[in-house]
């Protein structure tokens, strides 16, 4: 198995030396070195063991928050990753990406106060995924940062009713601060080898930082 | 030169000069905001009339924005070096050593008027402003600051100006991914209408970033310009923010700068990028007066000349004239001198995150700037004259001595009294917590993410704004200063209070403050009172600064906050920077744990009934006397009893006095008890009043409750630092209620609600 994490570089992420960063911190446990993948570059989707979308403003988020990013080169080789079974990790803008690229079901709009909101949120388990933060059980609970102003997960209700079904709600907010269907705060593929969540794990990973429930989504 | 004829000639009212009639000659000097005198003064130096081009650069570059003109006689008596700062004055930021290889640059900058003609990209783009100030020295940007004042919130358009501001700073900051990490916001009606907006911008030099300035080298060198493509916003901004505000100010709109995050982004790392490939010999921004004032600035600084070639800078508009492309104050672009043979790979690096590099010109061994434009010299002019040679004016100004003083504390219990009436302490307390003046800023932090970067250890929720330093493990503090309603009741002690009052702030979390950046935001300079208040502030403020050995490194100044012939308080707003050696044990700011004991630590001499007697009765009154060395030792003092290993909590006692104190460190549910004795050894007479008198200074230490005699046997110690401070044990943490004495008892719960619905009560809309 590869020992190389993609880590995913758009024009405009801003949470990618962050996500660097949090990735590298692991590799005395994990033994995998981040690795930079550039949006204008195709990749090979067999050489990395998992790919992180980190969050930020991808193209200033213009058009649609992710929509330019999803389009991108970069983004044929997630795909194709993707379908191989490659673990995808998105956080925050790197789930708006997989959204708009259609690698996750349902779609992030404006937050229901239609205002950015940062703060610390409450969240739970709904579903384990089998990579990221696969040590938590389901129903135990997680604190995590939140900053972000197009956060509300909406989706039809028959999406709704399939995610549901099929186990891919990973996680939920206790107090939603954007007003997203469910709560959800998080959404995995079918297959769950794609996972993405507005909250910033890399943002809480030692204790000065104000938690360290963040640690698990890097531990792969 | 003929000097002498010149300068009859210019002083001659109400001639026609340069081949002008006497009403064009006016009205060319209405347009291009000079006065008679000055374009004399234009005439000596360059030995005629100013034509065509001229006119435009001496009038963007000689604006008070630009030039100083009113302050600069002042600011060089500025307290502005130590043993730490590499670089004052003269760049675009400061920047101080930290040990250890790591370096930080900081400023503070304000960009007040156009924040009240169009709020959102007002604040925007004074964001993005001083966000380059800081990586065109080669230092990355880790953290932003924004200091606000605005008017009642019943003021006209004052909601609509607030929602904007706010917006404009979180949806630039976010977007660029630099955290807001702290924050200050005053509201009083002499801001009705001229709010201010001053943001500060903090970076980081790592150990192998070098810093890059702005001095132009190397005869033969390319000039290039890099980033967005020059429109007609903001042309003229820099005159317009160098004058009052009539009843047009909605007309001045189009001098407005439209800011984009996304190219500032691209900005960042590009030219971060090709600083460390070492591309790049001089850099500079282009911020006030555009291309102006890089250029000119760049070339006078480096003592070289420049050949410009203006038809080669990239627009967005082909129909604009040279004169709006000098003057245009598009956003988000810089200028910068390479080598010839650096430029393609310098260009390559600025393709890849799609931006341009231009080529508009030559560094050139005569120092004069030529301009040309489609093969034409629009003029050939020596840098110095515009930059050097502005005029500086010693605006009349009278010595001020103590304001306000009074023999008595009799003169706010009264007022304090009155003001009550009926009502009870605790609901004199509570009422400022709903105040718009006293109550939670929630509704403007949530907007901003303030732990992009994975380095915040306290933000926005906190007095101190603390990120850490990843390669040396240190943290640092970063806080904002200036209370205006301490300004109003004397400008020395406002202005030493502006820098001491956060330097205790930071020292009560074990931060030693390592240097300042201002901005001076005052009225008109040209009214006495007005001059008489900037200088007895940096009066004050320099005499803690020295006293400090904590430098002011960069700033800046902005007077003509008037409107309507009404000014706004003098302002001298501050950001400090302080260093820690490490994240450990850092206080908390509120009772988190029954059974600790509570300290008051207080300096004796000073003083006054503060903003709660202003709100009452109009008027402030103070006892005693400020002084700047003993402030200074006392600084010392609380930053060395914050490091005793018994301290939990800290939290200065600022507005509002006691009692609004140890509400705000009930905050986390955990309340307090305070004996009455323990009030007595603090306070002389221990009546309502003594509640809310503001003491210059205090602070709340919360002690572990098991190791008492450890943490006071500490302080003998610190006494031989700050021989005057005492330290007075009042009362404990526990219960779910604030209890002082037999004076007050409120529970947590209420002085919660109150603190977080006074917001939504003074701004319905943007609750």
């Not at chain 2, 002083?11 to 009205?27: C, I, K, M, Y």
């Not at chain 2, 986390?668 to 004795?677: L, S, T, Y």
Request: include cysteine; charge should be negative.
């Amino acid at each position: 198995m590869s020992q190389k994490i993609g880590v995913l570089r758009f024009p405009g992420t801003n949470c990618d030396r962050d996500v660097f960063e949090a990735v590298e911190g692991a590799v005395p446990s994990t033994g995998k070195k981040p690795e930079w993948l550039w949006h204008a570059d195709r990749f090979d989707a067999k050489a990395y063991s998992a790919l992180y979308l980190p969050g930020g403003f991808s193209y200033g988020d213009y058009l649609r928050s992710g929509a330019l990013a999803a389009r991108s080169p970069a983004m044929q080789s997630v795909r194709e990753a993707a379908e191989r079974g490659v673990p995808v990790l998105g956080i925050c803008n790197g789930f708006q990406i997989l959204c708009e690229a259609g690698l996750l079901p349902g779609a992030l709009v404006k937050n229901a106060g239609l205002r950015f909101v940062d703060d610390w949120v409450d969240l739970k388990l709904a579903n384990a995924n089998p990579t990221f933060a696969r040590a938590a059980a389901e129903g135990s609970a997680a604190k995590l940062p939140v900053a972000h102003g197009d956060g509300r997960f909406v989706i039809a209700e028959d999406g709704l009713k399939r995610l549901q079904d099929n186990g891919q709600v990973w996680w939920t907010y206790e107090q939603s601060p954007n007003g997203s269907v469910a709560d959800i705060a998080g959404v995995m593929n079918e297959k769950k080898n794609v996972a993405a969540l507005m909250p910033h794990p890399e943002r809480a990973l030692y204790a000065w930082m104000g938690g360290t429930d963040g640690s698990g989504f890097f531990d792969v | 030169m003929d000097r002498g004829s010149s300068m009859s000639k210019a002083t001659q009212a109400g001639e026609g000069r340069g081949g002008l009639s006497a009403q064009e000659f006016q009205a060319k000097l209405k347009t291009y905001r000079l006065n008679e005198s000055e374009y004399g003064l234009i005439c000596d130096l360059l030995g005629r009339d100013p034509k065509g081009i001229e006119w435009a650069l001496f009038s963007a570059l000689w604006s008070e924005h630009c030039s100083y003109k009113s302050s600069k006689v002042h600011l060089k008596g500025l307290f502005n070096t130590s043993k730490r700062v590499l670089q004052s004055f003269g760049e675009n930021a400061g920047v101080v050593d930290l040990g250890e290889g790591e370096r930080v640059a900081f400023k503070i900058e304000s960009h007040n008027h156009p924040s009240y003609i169009e709020p959102y990209q007002g604040a925007a783009t004074g964001v993005g402003g001083i966000l380059r100030d800081i990586f065109t020295m080669g230092a990355r940007p880790i953290a932003l600051a924004d200091y606000l004042c605005f008017g009642r919130p019943t003021a006209p358009r004052m909601t609509q100006i607030v929602d904007g501001v706010v917006r404009g700073i979180g949806g630039y900051g976010n977007s660029v991914g630099v955290p807001t990490i702290t924050g200050q916001t005053e509201f009083h009606e002499s801001y009705d209408g001229n709010v201010l907006v001053n943001a500060m911008a903090v970076g980081l030099f790592r150990k192998d970033d070098k810093v890059f300035l702005s001095k132009a080298k190397g005869v033969g060198n390319w000039v290039v310009y890099v980033g967005a493509k020059t429109g007609r916003d903001g042309v003229h901004g820099a005159s317009m923010a160098s004058e009052s505000f009539g009843a047009d100010s909605a007309a001045k709109r189009p001098t407005i700068q439209i800011g984009d995050p996304f190219f500032e982004k691209l900005l960042i790392e590009s030219c971060l990028e090709v600083m460390k490939q070492d591309l790049v010999v001089a850099i500079q921004d282009m911020g006030a007066a555009g291309l102006t004032s890089s250029s000119f600035e760049m070339a006078s600084k480096g003592g070289v000349g420049f050949k410009l070639h203006l038809d080669q800078v990239p627009l967005r508009d082909s129909s604009m004239t040279p004169e709006d492309i000098l003057l245009s104050e598009s956003q988000e672009r810089m200028l910068l001198v390479c080598e010839p043979g650096q430029f393609k790979a310098l260009s390559e690096v600025f393709h890849r995150w799609n931006l341009d590099a231009v080529k508009i010109g030559e560094v050139t061994e005569k120092k004069t700037v030529e301009l040309h434009w489609h093969g034409e010299l629009l003029t050939e002019i020596d840098p110095d004259l515009l930059v050097e040679n502005a005029p500086q004016y010693k605006r009349p100004y009278k010595q001020l001595g103590p304001q306000n003083r009074v023999s008595s504390r009799q003169a706010w219990v009264d007022g304090l009294k009155s003001a009550q009436g009926a009502k009870k302490i605790d609901g004199l307390l509570t009422s400022l917590l709903r105040d718009v003046r006293g109550t939670s800023r929630k509704f403007i932090y949530r907007q901003y993410d303030c732990r992009v970067g994975a380095a915040t250890a306290r933000g926005t929720s906190d007095s101190v704004g603390v990120v850490r330093l990843k390669d040396s493990n240190r943290a640092l503090g970063v806080v904002l200063g200036c209370r205006p309603h301490v300004m109003r009741l004397d400008p020395r002690v406002g202005g030493l209070d502006a820098v001491a009052y956060p330097a205790f702030e930071l020292a009560l979390k074990g931060f030693e403050a390592l240097a300042v950046t201002d901005c001076l935001n005052f009225g008109n300079p040209e009214k006495e009172n007005v001059m008489s208040e900037f200088v007895a502030s940096l009066d004050g403020m320099n005499s803690i600064c020295a006293a400090l050995e904590a430098p002011i490194i960069s700033g800046n100044v902005s007077f003509y906050n008037e409107t309507m012939g009404k000014n706004i308080t003098s302002t001298p707003s501050t950001g400090l920077v302080g260093l820690r050696e490490s994240l450990d044990h850092l206080p908390e700011s509120f009772f988190t744990e029954e059974g600790q004991a509570i300290y008051v630590l207080k300096q004796p001499g000073f003083v006054s009934g503060g903003y709660a007697q202003e709100i009452a009765t109009g008027t402030q009154n103070a006892i005693g006397e400020l002084d700047g060395r003993v402030v200074g030792d006392f600084i010392r003092g609380a930053r060395q009893l914050s490091k005793a290993p018994q301290v939990r909590a800290t939290r200065a006692i600022g507005k509002f006095g006691l009692a609004y104190a140890l509400s705000r460190m009930c905050l986390e549910g955990v309340g307090a008890v305070i004996d009455h004795e323990g009030l007595k050894l603090i306070r002389t007479d221990v009546d309502q009043a003594a509640l809310f008198e503001e003491h210059f200074y205090e602070a709340i230490f919360v002690v572990d409750g098991k190791d008492t005699t450890a943490f006071e046997d500490y302080f003998t110690a610190v006494r031989q630092v700050a021989p005057i401070a005492e330290l007075h044990r009042i009362g404990r943490t526990g219960g779910t209620s604030l209890v002082i004495g037999s004076l007050l008892e409120s529970s947590n719960k209420d002085l919660k609600t109150a603190y977080t619905s006074g917001w939504g009560e003074n701004f319905e809309s943007l609750a």
